[in-house]
């Protein structure tokens, strides 16, 4: 797992168009960034007690490469991998 996958992941599941499911798990995500090799900053929408706990639970993490080549929903949008719970 790199920077890179992390903030590409975390970018694309936070966007509203993502074809996430369970929303709740995202929306406090405004935005992630990287800030060095091995380092991300993630900015939330509003404070959020609960972030730790969901990167470390719901928010799994895909190689950056994965979103381009994710399969597609019937109506074309991302069929996005769930973590299992």
Known sequence: MTADDVVTTYNHVSAKDSGV????????????EKVGADTVRVHL????????????????????????????????????PQASK
């Not at 995202?26 to 935005?31: C, G, K, L, P, T």
């Not at 959020?48 to 019937?74: C, H, N, R």
Request: glycine share 4%.
């Open 21 to 32: 499911l369970t929303k709740r798990n995202v929306s406090w995500i405004d935005r992630a």
């Open 45 to 80: 929408k509003k404070t959020f007690p609960a972030a730790l706990e969901y990167v470390s639970g719901p928010l799994a993490i895909f190689p950056k490469d994965i979103w381009a080549t994710a399969k597609k929903d019937a109506k074309g949008k991302p069929d996005i």
